[in-house]
């Protein structure tokens, strides 16, 4: 286990995000990424609640934001040393946006993005 302060691993969380190429950031849409410090279910790092860019038909109005959450205790349980928490929210980060684009857990496996 290793202790990052939350300040600490939202600044992580955002050079997550700014490492995703401008391409493909313009296109995020109506999602918000936050940082949780609670305990997950077990094993989860990160969660990604929403409707997928590839499932939204005539979306507008009203809609609440799609949610990327990430787990900070959980990340910190399961690395050895910083480098590890860096890369484990880098991973996680790229594994939940890449849900919000539509791409599924099984495919994201066969990229090797476990």
Known sequence: ???????????????????????????????????????????????????????REQYGGMVLPDRITIFRRAICADCADDDDVREQVRVTVIHEVAHHFGISDGRLHELGWD
């Open 1 to 55: 286990m290793v202790e990052v302060s939350a300040e600490r691993f939202a600044q992580l969380v955002g050079e997550a995000l700014d490492e995703i190429p401008e391409e493909l950031a313009k296109l995020m849409d109506n999602v918000n990424v936050f940082v949780d410090d609670t305990s997950p279910p077990r094993g989860l790092l990160g969660l990604y609640e929403g409707v997928p860019l590839t499932e």
